[in-house]
């Protein structure tokens, strides 16, 4: 087998482990396929809850990284979209059935047999990476790729929901968790027109999250704030992964308000029920976006100049940049660079 027919990369050989230099061999293209030349792949908290097993679905050794960004190495036989040399970014999916309804009617992110860029395939903490055409997006000129990669998962994580629930500029939206997902949520609706407020617990972020887009912030973790905000807002975006006192929450929220959940926590929702009937309230979530969306979305941010804030490692300190994380010392998302 010739070099070309194998791939350098970083995995993981159990849970909670190291991430170790890696050979794996691929064979033929396939024929929907694109090969992609990673310069950069961005460090999201799924990587490391899929390094955990957090979610019980890792299977070992685990090639991680969801958020890649670089060129068009390759293409299978039957592909058209793109040429060798494009610059494109790949996402949470890197691969859909094509055929059930969400992916007939445009929402590919919906399909229930989408292939997951790194459950059971291999993702872009590497030199290379695989996906089928249809789940490639083209990034445009004029967008940064050493911060761009983080908004192929984080990014279209929180864009999705503008979309997808018809926010408006005119609507007042806050934003739970001032982190790697919530600090481009905050430029991202900032950008839209609407009355923005960030909810946090940290005094060193307040500042920041006025910088970064916020009109206002409330303390998190003061419940007589919360009180003092009964029925202020048209939108709630969750980016957390915790477990809060979400009736408060709920209680911040106008008649029709929405509570809207885009940060995986584990643990079920304890809520009252009365508060959600009798202000006609919804609670809702919702996944990454389909590429249409993301095309959308990487439009929107070239034309505000929306960038994640990023902090670049080489991809040979990919166990460096994972304690970083772990430590809780981000700011806001961590990029590894192959260039």
């Given at each position: ?157 929180v ?21 790697g ?78 509570l ?5 926590t ?21 996944p ?15 034309l ?25 010392k981000?700011?806001?998302?961590i ?5």
């Open positions: 087998m010739s070099e070309s027919d194998s791939i350098k990369a970083y995995a993981v050989h159990e849970a909670g482990g190291k991430f170790e230099a890696y050979n794996y061999e691929v064979g033929e293209l396939g024929a929907d396929e694109v090969e992609i030349d990673v310069h950069y792949c961005g460090v999201c908290h799924s990587d490391l809850s899929m390094v955990d097993n957090e979610w019980g679905i890792s299977a070992y050794p685990l090639i991680a990284g969801h958020e890649v960004v670089g060129k068009i190495a390759k293409i299978g036989s039957q592909v058209e979209r793109f040429k060798p040399g494009q610059t494109v970014g790949l996402g949470w999916h890197s691969g859909y059935c094509g055929h059930c309804t969400p992916c007939q009617t445009g929402d590919q992110n919906l399909c229930s047999d989408a292939q997951p860029t790194i459950v059971s395939h291999h993702g872009g903490f590497a030199e290379k990476v695989r996906a089928q055409d249809s789940s490639v997006v083209p990034i445009p000129e004029g967008v940064d790729l050493e911060s761009a990669g983080p908004l192929f998962c984080g990014g279209i994580t864009f999705n929901p503008l979309v997808q629930f018809d926010v408006k500029s005119t609507d007042k939206v806050a934003v739970i968790g001032i982190g997902l919530g600090h481009i949520a905050l430029q991202f609706l900032n950008a839209w027109g609407c009355e923005v407020t960030a909810f946090t617990s940290s005094e060193s972020k307040q500042k920041e999250a006025i910088e970064l887009g916020a009109h206002k912030t409330l303390n998190s973790r003061d419940p007589k704030e919360l009180e003092k905000a009964a029925g202020a807002f048209d939108f709630i975006i969750s980016t957390v992964n915790v477990k809060l006192d979400w009736d408060l929450y709920i209680g911040t929220l106008k008649p029709k308000g929405r809207h959940f885009v940060g995986a584990l643990e079920p929702l304890d809520v009252a029920v009365f508060p959600l009937i009798m202000a006609q309230r919804s609670i809702s979530g919702s990454v976006g389909s590429p249409a969306t993301i095309e959308k979305m990487l439009e929107f941010a070239r505000h100049q929306i960038q994640p804030k990023v902090e670049v490692f080489p991809m040979s300190e990919i166990n460096e940049a994972f304690d970083h994380l772990k430590a809780g981000a700011r806001y998302r990029v590894l660079s192959n260039k």
